[in-house]
């Protein structure tokens, strides 16, 4: 009997770690999916790789590979958070699809379904992942950190139209639904803007008057992957013709 418990116990023991082992296989192969493709499309934005490692991007030849982009968020102190922004017909299919159409769960950073694709809306909601193994937005949570908050004050949004250095004004542990979603008038943006600080953890005085706001948002992790808590980091967009260099 004793030997048949051990036998039990050790084929449960088995079949534990073979789930196990192939649950991280799983999250390594989509890990190393999303990292193969980024480099292929950091080879195609043509990232120069010089003294200054300025970013510059040739969109004609990004398009031609991923048609549904539609900007690309550069966000300095967050690791390798350098990605093309994609837009598509809904907010479904980019949760479980990279920027080039391949299944995978960790998905893509895309503009809201609803946005102005040129980013002309009041408040343009920008969605990524956070997930285990970290990528995508997942280092988001870097700007619960005062001193993070503090010394990383912008991050870049560039379009085929226009290039944006968008200042912070706000950093929130928060859920769905709340202001940091809403869109206002551009009449309204001092209002938005101080609805916004109410709510935040982390904040900035910027004149936001007739400005436009980006609004980068991640799951929380502290309350897991299926909950309605959010990390949100809202910017002030400034059109900008100065060279954006990215940090080694």
């Not at 990605?83 to 895309?110: K, M």
């Not at 709510?199 to 502290?222: M, W």
Request: hydrophobic share 35%; proline share 4%; glycine share 6%.
């Amino acid at each position: 009997m004793k030997k048949w418990i051990y036998r039990i116990v050790l084929l449960a023991a088995i079949c534990v770690f073979s789930f196990s082992a192939f649950q991280l296989y799983k999250i390594y192969k989509e890990s190393k999916m999303i990292d193969q493709e980024n480099e292929k499309l950091q080879e195609i934005a043509k990232i120069e790789d010089n003294a200054n490692k300025t970013l510059t991007i040739d969109w004609t030849a990004l398009k031609q590979s991923a048609p549904d982009v539609v900007g690309w968020v550069y966000v300095p102190g967050l690791d390798s958070v350098s990605f093309p922004i994609v837009q598509g017909s809904d907010n479904t299919y980019y949760l479980n699809h990279t920027t080039l159409g391949e299944t995978n769960i960790r998905g893509s950073i895309f503009l809201d379904a609803g946005a102005a694709p040129d980013f002309s809306d009041e408040n343009n909601v920008v969605y990524g992942h956070s997930v285990e193994g970290g990528g995508m937005f997942t280092s988001m949570d870097r700007f619960e950190d005062a001193s993070f908050f503090e010394t990383h004050p912008v991050f870049y949004v560039l379009t085929p139209s226009q290039n944006y250095k968008c200042d912070v004004l706000a950093f929130s542990k928060t859920t769905e639904g709340t202001s940091f979603y809403t869109k206002y008038d551009l009449t309204q943006t001092t209002e938005h803007a101080n609805e916004m600080i109410s709510q935040a953890t982390y904040s900035r005085n910027i004149p936001v008057e007739g400005k436009h706001f980006i609004t980068l948002s991640t799951c929380d992790l502290d309350y897991g992957f299926d909950s309605i808590n959010r990390l949100v980091l809202v910017g002030v967009m400034e059109p900008t013709t100065e060279p954006i260099q990215m940090e080694e």
